[in-house]
Nanobody
């Protein structure tokens, strides 16, 4: 059984930083593309960032570009989201996800929810202004 478990969420003041982690357990899928999405109350779940299976490529939503960094440690089967210069509008539940398509690719960085097969349970990030 594949499991993705997020951690690192919490309450932070605007301008602060948080680092989210997503650890995978069960089936080995360290070479799958990984992504982070977020969902604010009353809004659709939206793409934040993704990283290719090899870690060679990343892609970001315009709203977080320059502030957030996605990275991965395949040896630990973990993906991270470093969030700096946080704003009140970053408040949301953050979800990590994994895509089994194009496993190990250096270029595949999916942005659509439908491209992902596995999802974590989410972690709350609250930014106070």
């Amino acid at each position: 059984q594949v499991q993705l478990v997020e951690s690192g969420g919490g309450l932070v003041q605007a301008g602060g930083s948080l680092r989210l982690s997503c650890a995978a357990s069960g089936r080995t899928f360290s070479r799958y593309a990984k992504g982070w999405f977020r969902q604010a109350p009353g809004k659709e779940r939206e793409f934040v960032a993704s990283v290719s299976g090899s870690g060679g490529s990343t892609y970001y939503a315009d709203s977080v570009k320059g502030r957030f960094t996605i990275s991965r440690d395949n040896a630990k089967n973990t993906v991270y989201l470093q969030m700096n210069s946080l704003k009140a509008e970053d408040t949301a539940v953050y979800y990590c996800a994994a895509s089994s398509r194009h496993s190990g690719s250096n270029y595949y960085v999916p942005t659509l929810r439908g491209s992902y097969d596995y999802w974590g349970q989410g972690t709350q990030v609250t930014v106070s202004s």
